[in-house]
């Protein structure tokens, strides 16, 4: 069974910094892309970036470029997104997600979301 767990949200301040962990189970780690999504109350969920995990290259969402790393640790099948200079604008759930065909594309398994609260 496919299971993703994020963790790592909280309370910040703007211009504080936060890592989001996904651990993740159930799967071949490396044969997939996880991304990170964000969504308010009341507005559509967002995407952030993504990785592919065979070779690790990354891509984000141009609002969090410079601010945000996705990155792999794949003995503990875990993906972070580290989240610097954070806005009150960053402020959402973060989901994190699997796609199975690598390509950061299409979703097919979802983990529970995190509560990120970025206060000014």
């Known amino acids: 069974e496919v299971q993703l767990q994020a963790s790592g949200g909280g309370l910040v301040q703007a211009g504080g910094s936060l890592r989001l962990s996904c651990a993740a189970s159930g799967f071949t780690f490396d044969d997939y892309a996880i991304g990170w999504f964000r969504q308010v109350p009341g507005e559509e969920r967002e995407g952030v970036g993504c990785?592919?995990?065979?070779?690790?290259?990354?891509r984000y969402i141009d609002s969090v470029k410079g601010r945000f790393t996705i990155s792999s640790d794949n003995a503990k099948n875990t993906v972070y997104l580290q989240m610097s200079s954070l806005k009150p604008e960053d402020t959402a759930v973060y989901y994190c997600?699997?796609?199975?065909?690598?390509?950061?594309?299409?979703?097919?398994?979802w983990g529970q979301g995190t509560q990120v609260t970025v206060s000014s």
């Open positions: 990785i592919a995990i065979y070779d690790g290259r990354t």
């Open positions: 997600a699997a796609d199975p065909r690598s390509s950061c594309l299409k979703y097919d398994f």
